[in-house]
């Protein structure tokens, strides 16, 4: 009879061992998912500001004077924005020869018809009207911009491109 209750105490304690470590892993993946998608959302936001700052710098390349560039100018030498620009970020601003930086305020955003993306003094974009560049003032695994990734991404579609064409023009000159 001690020996049942043993087994079963011990199999009780061996049970609830691995539910607390399904738990475990399980609390862990639903936080790293949500850390996933919050860096998709800034991405998204980061390529719909960019698609506003186009528009935004073609209207006023158009007419400067109906067509101001929208945001708060931004002098890095002297900031009195009230926005705080982490210092790796500012020293990554400062090396743009020709830099027109604006943050975009709250408003801003609002009234071009992006409220779905919120910014404060800590969390904000600027932008390069100059580059059409976006800033994500927090950065995404170490970087400020969406420039790298993008432009890593054209590239490898360039090379399946290329890849294609060649493939294409190998069967053409055989008869295939």
């Known amino acids: 009879m001690k020996s049942e209750k043993g087994i079963a105490l011990i199999l ?24 996933e998608e919050k860096i998709e959302d800034i991405k998204s936001h980061i390529l719909s500001i960019e698609a506003l700052v186009k528009k935004v710098k073609n209207k006023h390349v158009i007419n400067e004077t109906e067509n101001p560039l929208i945001g708060v100018k931004l002098e890095l030498e ?3 924005t009230g926005y705080e620009i982490q210092e790796e ?3 990554q601003l400062s090396q743009i020869e ?3 930086l604006y943050i975009l305020t709250q408003e801003d955003i609002n009234n071009n018809g992006l409220k779905q993306i ?28 969406l420039t790298n990734e993008t432009e890593e991404n054209q590239a490898e579609g360039t090379e399946e491109n290329t890849e ?8 053409e000159g055989t008869g295939n």
């Open 98 to 100: 020709g830099a027109d």
């Open 118 to 145: 919120t910014v404060n003094n800590q969390e904000f974009y600027i932008v390069d009207y100059n580059t059409e560049k976006v800033y994500y003032s927090l950065g995404i695994n170490g970087e400020y911009t």
């Open 12 to 35: 009780l304690v061996l049970i609830a061992a691995i539910l607390i470590t399904i738990s475990i892993i399980g609390v862990k993946y639903i936080f790293q998912k949500a850390e």
């Open 89 to 91: 970020l500012k020293n």
């Open 78 to 80: 002297n900031n009195t």
């Open 164 to 171: 294609q064409e060649n493939e294409g023009a190998e069967n």
